[in-house]
């Protein structure tokens, strides 16, 4: 099972909110997911922003791709920037 980080949309019509989530690579858009790992609403000014950190590392960690706008959300957060800076350290904490 390929596992993904991408966004699920929620939220009324014009009205996008999104979930940011581990899903599988093979589920729809708003399908079923594994976790939760937090959330992005675009309309407030500026974005909000928000992740788990734990749970996303892990998933880093475990070797779940992002997608390209999560990958973007990783480097505006600065996760992204953190991950690789200890990427070992991660790795082995799944691992062990």
Known sequence: MSVKIR???FGSKKNP???I??????????GRFIEILGHYNPQTDPSTIVFKKQGTLLWL???A???NTVDKLLKVSGLKDE?????????E???S
């Open 83 to 91: 991950f690789e800076k200890d990427k070992k350290k991660y790795i």
């Open 21 to 30: 989530v581990a899903i599988d690579s093979r589920s729809t858009r708003s």
């Open 93 to 95: 904490e799944v691992h």
């Open 61 to 63: 960690a475990r070797g």
């Open 7 to 9: 966004l699920s949309r």
């Open 17 to 19: 909110n999104y979930r």
């Open 65 to 67: 791709q992002p997608s």
